[in-house]
């Protein structure tokens, strides 16, 4: 069946530093990506989204591109700040699926 | 601002009672959902409605029950809550007819059974 993987956290890093989290996913068909982010004590939030193949989706200087040859969607940003820190969920909707299929998310710790 | 609400944000309760989680959300949304989110963060689907009168159970299996009487309504009931229920309790929405559709989320209700 369809699944993502994440990379598993927690991931540490000072401010300004370069971002990565790594997302992988299986899936029939095509199906949409996203990345969600979960602030301490709230619920989740829609960062960014693609719907095909080499779409980029970006939000709040945060970027990630579909690539369809590698099944990935890995999440960047150039310059972390400390209020980036939070839990981050890679999700795929694939055209039969009943509701979003969610990686286990990584958590992202920013220090000054 | 969130569009869907949650009630309580934070419930303490002993075992055997029964409890409602709320969820309402303003949007006029058809698909709602249930998600469970554990102490490692990981969420799993516990209940689903594509709207009014329609309810399914999702990938991981759970002991509550949920009804859609209103679009705008998808409470979560507990008949009598145990220590294995204390988790996160996440309420969602999305439009229907589109895959591509972002969830919106409540804020959650953290329950704990003791």
């Known amino acids: 069946g369809d699944s993502v993987t994440q990379m598993e956290g927690p991931v540490t890093l000072s401010e300004e530093a370069f971002l990565t989290i790594n997302c992988t996913y299986t899936a029939t068909g095509y199906p949409s990506l996203f990345w969600y982010v979960q602030y301490p004590g709230e619920g989740l939030q829609l960062l960014l989204k693609?719907?095909?193949?080499?779409d980029k989706g970006s939000n709040k200087g945060f970027e990630a591109t579909y690539r369809k040859e590698t099944t990935s969607f890995h999440l960047e940003k150039g310059s972390v700040q400390v209020s980036d820190s939070a839990v981050y969920f890679c999700?795929?909707?694939?055209?039969?699926?009943?509701?979003?299929?969610f990686g286990k998310g990584t958590t992202l710790s920013v220090s000054s | 601002e969130a569009d869907i609400y949650q009630t309580p944000r934070y419930l303490v309760i002993g075992t055997g009672k029964k409890i409602t989680l709320e969820c309402s959300q303003t949007m006029g949304h058809d698909k709602m959902y249930w998600y469970q989110q554990d102490p490692g963060m990981e969420l799993h689907l516990i209940h689903y409605s594509y709207g009014v009168n329609s309810t399914e159970k999702g990938d991981l299996s759970s002991e509550s029950t949920v009804s859609r009487i209103r679009t705008e309504h998808f409470p979560l009931t507990l008949e009598s809550a145990r220590p294995s229920h204390t988790s996160q309790y996440l309420c969602?929405?999305?439009?229907?007819?589109?895959?591509?559709?972002?969830?919106?989320f409540g804020n959650g209700t953290r329950l704990t059974v003791t």
């Open positions: 999700a795929l909707s694939s055209w039969a699926g009943t509701a979003l299929i």
């Open positions: 693609a719907t095909k193949a080499d």
């Open positions: 969602a929405s999305s439009e229907s007819g589109d895959t591509n559709s972002p969830l919106h």
